[in-house]
């Protein structure tokens, strides 16, 4: 069992950049590939991106692709979405996930993974 905690979310303008935490609690974190999902208002939770554990290799969604970049640091059990040139339709809570096993594949459903932080929200005004 791992505890997530998400932060940096806020309001920004179109075009701006934020940098998202998530922060987890477990003495194998470096074991877990883990992942961003969102989930806009009225509309189901999306697939953003995920990371291995080693952080070698990265997967992200169509719709984020070239502007948001997944990243860890083993060393705080943190891991980072960087989000760039932000669009209104990138509003919604923010969610990262963890994976509590060894093996890597680009896991994109939600069944994929084993525990969820409470989600942070990140808000792109027009």
């Known amino acids: 069992q791992v505890q997530l905690v998400e932060s940096g979310g806020g309001l920004v303008q179109t075009g701006g950049s934020l940098r998202l935490s998530c922060a987890a609690s477990?003495?194998?974190?470096?074991?877990?590939?883990m992942g961003w999902f969102r989930q806009a208002p009225g509309k189901e939770r999306k697939f953003v991106a995920v990371?291995?554990?080693?952080?070698?290799?990265?997967y992200y969604a169509d719709s984020v692709k070239g502007r948001f970049t997944i990243s860890r640091d083993n060393a705080k059990n943190t891991v980072y979405l960087q989000m760039n040139s932000l669009k209104p339709e990138d509003t919604a809570g923010y969610y990262c996930?963890?994976?509590?096993?060894?093996?890597?594949?680009?896991?994109?459903?939600?069944?994929?993974?084993?525990?969820w932080g409470q989600g942070t929200q990140v808000t792109v005004s027009s």
């Open positions: 990371i291995s554990s080693s952080g070698d290799s990265t």
């Open positions: 477990g003495r194998t974190f470096s074991n877990y590939a």
């Open positions: 996930a963890a994976r509590t096993g060894r093996s890597w594949s680009y896991y994109t459903n939600e069944y994929d993974y084993d525990s």
